[in-house]
């Protein structure tokens, strides 16, 4: 169902009216993590300001140590309705097990983080939803294995599949992960589904995400998912890789210049 040979046009998926694959750059922005009202909704308000056409952040999140911030959970997951009510911002977000989706009801569109990519139980049971689903690309999943995650999911029923490249694990480690640019022409020529850039992941190191931004756009994204806090040293996750809505602000600028927005 994601071969392009048996689907020659694009996929839109839509979104509340915003609709992604459409030709014009959609960008999701926001936090790594909710941490606050204030803060969910200053970004919020930021980022939307500036152009955003979503609202990411998490409230499950998939952390390395035990020990660091897990996330605010159900009450981070109102934070973000909170912010959706004061901005009509659209939601993304991750889940992080499928005993979290009743929790999801009023989520615009569930994020499935890198790492449970090849989670095919969550991947069955979202497919049998009707929301689109923001597919991460795993830590070190090849194309074929990305687009079969994709299609797990379309199998079900649910075809409405943004696929979205986070970097991926290499030799090299001057940047968090290796952002792989060739994925775009490979996906969208081998699938009709929508394909963004996550230049925060990618690289972990805030002063990339311009030049990763306008290379994701030069190589045919269909758009970006920026991380934004409003205190990034004082962030509760990802803070190095995190920009502020200032720097978002000017970003956008810049990146207007290059292609459509709406
Ligand atoms: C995230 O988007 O905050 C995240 C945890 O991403 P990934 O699954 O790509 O690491
Ligand atoms: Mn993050």
């Not at 939307?48 to 997951?77: C, E, H, N, V, W």
């Not at 499928?98 to 139980?121: C, H, K, W, Y």
């Not at 805030?206 to 758009?223: F, H, L, T």
Request: net charge negative.
């Amino acid at each position: 169902k994601a071969n392009r040979a048996f689907h020659p046009d694009d996929s839109i998926i839509d979104v509340q009216g915003n609709r992604i694959g459409e030709g014009h750059v959609s960008v999701i922005a926001g936090p790594c993590s909710v941490e606050s009202e204030e803060q969910i909704v200053e970004i919020a308000r930021d980022v939307k300001a500036s152009g955003a056409k979503f609202l990411r952040g998490g409230a499950f999140k998939p952390r390395t140590s035990p020990y660091s911030f897990q996330g605010m959970g159900a009450d981070g997951l109102e934070l973000l309705l909170l912010a959706k009510k004061e901005t009509g911002l659209p939601i993304v977000t991750e889940l992080m097990d499928i005993s979290q989706l009743p929790l999801f009801d009023e989520v615009d569109v569930i994020q499935v983080g890198a790492r449970n990519m090849q989670n095919f139980t969550m991947l069955k049971e979202l497919g049998k939803i009707d929301k689109p689903i923001l597919l991460k690309r795993g830590l070190s999943a090849t194309m074929r294995e990305f687009l079969m995650s994709a299609e797990y999911i379309m199998a079900g029923g649910n075809e409405q599949v943004i696929l979205c490249e986070r970097g991926i694990r290499t030799f090299e480690n001057a940047t968090r992960n290796t952002l792989d640019l060739s994925c775009i022409p490979l996906l969208k020529k081998k699938s009709h589904l929508p394909v963004i850039i996550d230049p925060s992941h990618a690289t972990g190191i805030n002063w990339m995400v311009e030049s990763m931004s306008k290379a994701a756009i030069a190589a045919g994204a269909d758009g970006v998912m920026i991380e934004v806090h409003n205190k990034p040293e004082e962030a509760l996750c990802d803070g190095d890789q995190a920009i502020t809505p200032d720097e978002f602000d000017k970003i956008m600028a810049t990146l207007k210049k290059y292609a459509e927005f709406e």
